[in-house]
């Protein structure tokens, strides 16, 4: 299958990849001058919300961003779900083996790893602060996709906002499920072992359950030996370590997969709020999924020369995880096909190669029978209803009858205060990184 190139950026709607250049390099001032960054960055939120907001009343696509908000709130509410279940997941794979075990089991080896430290020795002292730099973050990404979104007000992205919103949430749900999926199947230990004694207060000794089915068979090449050999667990180990077990009604069947202490507080919900990420290897790398999609998204929407910056941010990024020892070098390598081939299974959502004449010939051959049939029949009459139902369904025309007066007035006010308002929850989620 041949894929269509990415939209070259004219010198009309070039503004938006000038735009996200300067959003990153005046965030990084942060790091290099605070009291500039302090000054220039309120200046640039003002500049970006003046800009979108002057575009409202000139927007010609409020009738496709109308069809799109369902999908766009379905899309939010799944990825919540998914985020839930990540959060449950990353809590579990941590406290189901004890902080013994973590404080005992040493990092994987890791050729990445062994790559950048040779290649520190190799490089100019100069590339190597380059790549040590923490020029991007999870926070970065996001706003690139909402500089993105938003630019549909511009016409410098194909409309709906919304349908490439709901795309964008939708794909990194899916993939946010893989992932949880994954690390939950086989628990890899931390490139950090000392991140388990700092995050959790997860019981010193492992589960019950595991206590059974894995401790004897841990280590012991004779017992591994007998155990694949008989195929049961033929160790008896007496009665296990008894685990607290809090009141927390119907939620009670999550006790033995977040494990909690007395200390921790009386709700579930508070401790996947305490974990602030998990303690094993969690193949694959959520921020670099975040980074690809955000990337594939830049590709297929914009184009242009942005796009290659975008991708050189990405593989910065990579480096970074590996080199800070937050993932394995596997764990950046499987986000960044699985982040590509996710992108690319989920166009039905929102599309840049799909275009009006497209969509019109879609509807032209449904009605193509019945069309053919009345002119056969020298039903005029027929055939001009049949041509009306056509041109009534064009995609510049409002919302669609009743909905033009009802809604027309109130709802593209109503859909920037619903934009703002997701985005400024995805910052708050997202400000621990």
Known sequence: MRWPAPPRPTTKNAGLGVAA??????DYLRHVSPAWHSRLMPVLWIFLALAALARVPYYRHWSEEFRSLIPFVASIVFMLAALLYEAISVRSVTAVLGLQWHRNQPPLPDSGQWILLALNEK????????????????????????????????????????????????????????????????????????CADGRFRVPAHPHPWLQKYYIPYQSDHIAIRQVIRLDEAYVDIGKPVDEYRPNWGAMS????????????????????????????????????????????????????????????????????????????????????????????MTGFLWSNTVTYSDRRLAKLKKIEGRLIQASKDSNMDKVRELLKQLESSDEESTFSKGRANKYGRWFPFAVIGFALAVVLLAFTLT???
Request: hydrophobic residues 50%.
């Open 431 to 433: 400000s621990d990184g």
């Open 253 to 344: 069947f999550l006790i033995d997969f977040l494990r909690p202490t007395a200390s921790e507080g009386p709700t579930w919900y508070s401790l996947l709020k305490k974990a602030e990420g998990g303690c094993n290897d969690l193949i694959y790398s959520g921020h670099m999924l975040v980074a690809v999609l955000t990337a594939m998204a830049w590709t297929e929407a914009y184009g242009g020369y942005s796009s290659a910056l975008v991708w050189l941010l990405v593989a910065h990024s990579a480096q970074r995880e590996v080199r800070e020892r937050h993932h394995y070098s596997v764990d950046c390598v499987v986000a960044i096909y699985v982040g590509i081939l996710l992108w690319k």
């Open 21 to 26: 250049i300067s959003y990153i390099a005046i």
């Open 123 to 194: 490089l100019p002292s100069a590339i190597v602060a380059l790549l040590r730099a923490p020029i991007i973050g999870l926070h970065h990404y996001l706003m690139l996709f909402i500089m993105l979104a938003f630019s549909v007000l511009c016409d410098s992205v194909k409309a709906p906002g919304f349908g490439l919103g709901a795309r964008y949430m939708f794909t990194m749900a899916i993939g946010r499920l893989l992932r949880a999926i994954s690390f939950a199947s086989t628990i890899f230990p931390s490139p950090r072992p000392w």
